[in-house]
């Protein structure tokens, strides 16, 4: 019988592998996750050096579980091509393949297998057929795609700042490597596990009102995609099969990285990623984070409001900061 973990340390174990990017590895570990017909894509945008790798690549080599293919920016269009012909049932992740994923052609050729149909390279008189995609992708890539691919995908934004880069330094120094251990076998039995949960009538009503509330919440008219249902679905499925529940306390920790795949263009701590250790005074906060997302700002201005009413951010004067 598998050994339960409590929601607390699982949680503990999330932001202590790769800090300020848990949903990345989160993201990662959903993609791995298998639900029958339901699809996890993961597209993590941002600079180098910012937890892409570390929390999609490097976690999967440590899992080792043998069912996905790693390509670089070595791949050709027909390398790609020859990647889902080769390997329709294995996951497919593409680290920093900027030449590739500029051609219009490869983001075609990407956006048909996440929606797990078949691909055709034509040649002359000939056609060349694979069958129809099996896995999951991810996308590590610094450059954007068109909207039409990233709809397909949770999209994942990391940044950087100086305190994440202090607090990596700490992080990097102090890791504790059998803690590690121990959660990396609590993820590969979870992945491996065979049942596919089913969400209650409760949990479906939960869902439902989550979303529209967050979409209720947004002053933006724009921008929505009638996929953004399948992807909250899709989402908290494999919440449940990892945490093993879908309680009051499991779902504290995950709406916020939930509600951010619903318009699926920004990380859901860019607040306090923006601050870090900084003081801002309120309008200036509000005007970089609309610029960073392309919000406008009576609607940054409503989140930032939003993390000062739950205790996340402090407010002294008009200067904010991260409590």
Same mark, same amino acid.
């Given at each position: 019988?598998?050994?339960?973990?409590?929601?607390?340390?699982?949680?503990?174990?999330?932001?202590?592998?790769?800090?300020?990017?848990?949903?990345?590895?989160?993201?990662?570990?959903?993609?791995?996750?298998?639900?029958?017909?339901?699809?996890?894509?993961?597209?993590?945008?941002?600079?180098?050096?910012?937890?892409?790798?570390?929390?999609?690549?490097?976690?999967?080599?440590?899992?080792?579980?043998?069912?996905?293919?790693?390509?670089?920016?070595?791949?050709?269009?027909?390398?790609?091509?020859?990647?889902?012909?080769?390997?329709?049932?294995?996951?497919?992740?593409?680290?920093?393949?900027?030449?590739?994923?500029?051609?219009?052609?490869?983001?075609?050729?990407?956006?048909?297998?996440?929606?797990?149909?078949?691909?055709?390279?034509?040649?002359?008189?000939?056609?060349?057929?694979?069958?129809?995609?099996?896995?999951?992708?991810?996308?590590?890539?610094?450059?954007?795609?068109?909207?039409?691919?990233?709809?397909?995908?949770?999209?994942?934004?990391?940044?950087?700042?100086?305190?994440?880069?202090?607090?990596?330094?700490?992080?990097?120094?102090?890791?504790?490597?059998?803690?590690?251990?121990?959660?990396?076998?609590?993820?590969?039995?979870?992945?491996?596990?065979?049942?596919?949960?089913?969400?209650?009538?409760?949990?479906?009503?939960?869902?439902?009102?989550?979303?529209?509330?967050?979409?209720?919440?947004?002053?933006?008219?724009?921008?929505?995609?009638?996929?953004?249902?399948?992807?909250?679905?899709?989402?908290?499925?494999?919440?449940?099969?990892?945490?093993?529940?879908?309680?009051?306390?499991?779902?504290?920790?995950?709406?916020?990285?939930?509600?951010?795949?619903?318009?699926?263009?920004?990380?859901?701590?860019?607040?306090?990623?923006?601050?870090?250790?900084? @003081?801002?005074?309120?309008?200036?906060?509000? @005007?970089?984070?609309?610029?960073?997302?392309?919000?406008?700002?009576?609607?940054?201005?409503?989140?930032?409001?939003?993390?000062?009413?739950?205790?996340?951010?402090?407010?002294?004067?008009?200067?904010?900061?991260?409590?």
């Amino acid at each position: 019988m598998e050994m339960e973990m409590e929601t607390k340390k699982i949680i503990k174990h999330l932001r202590a592998y790769n800090p300020y990017c848990e949903h990345i590895t989160l993201a990662t570990i959903f993609a791995k996750i298998k639900i029958k017909n339901s699809r996890f894509n993961v597209l993590n945008h941002g600079p180098p050096g910012t937890g892409k790798s570390y929390g999609s690549i490097e976690l999967i080599e440590k899992l080792d579980l043998g069912s996905e293919i790693i390509l670089d920016n070595n791949t050709t269009k027909r390398g790609l091509f020859e990647t889902f012909l080769n390997y329709p049932n294995h996951d497919i992740i593409l680290d920093e393949c900027s030449a590739l994923v500029r051609d219009r052609g490869a983001q075609d050729m990407i956006k048909l297998a996440a929606e797990g149909k078949a691909l055709n390279w034509v040649k002359k008189d000939s056609v060349e057929k694979s069958k129809p995609f099996g896995g999951n992708i991810i996308l590590n890539v610094n450059s954007s795609l068109m909207d039409s691919l990233s709809d397909r995908f949770f999209v994942n934004v990391t940044l950087m700042n100086r305190k994440m880069a202090s607090d990596y330094v700490d992080h990097y120094l102090d890791k504790k490597v059998e803690a590690e251990k121990e959660f990396l076998k609590f993820i590969r039995r979870r992945i491996q596990a065979k049942k596919d949960p089913e969400l209650t009538t409760s949990e479906l009503i939960h869902i439902r009102t989550f979303v529209k509330k967050q979409i209720e919440l947004n002053d933006e008219n724009l921008g929505y995609s009638r996929r953004v249902i399948q992807r909250m679905l899709a989402y908290f499925k494999r919440v449940k099969k990892f945490f093993g529940r879908l309680d009051d306390e499991v779902l504290l920790f995950i709406e916020p990285y939930a509600a951010a795949y619903i318009e699926n263009r920004r990380t859901p701590t860019i607040i306090e990623t923006l601050l870090g250790d900084e @003081k801002l005074e309120k309008p200036a906060l509000i @005007k970089l984070l609309a610029r960073e997302t392309g919000y406008s700002e009576r609607h940054a201005r409503r989140l930032v409001d939003e993390e000062l009413i739950k205790g996340k951010l402090k407010l002294f004067g008009r200067v904010v900061s991260v409590t």
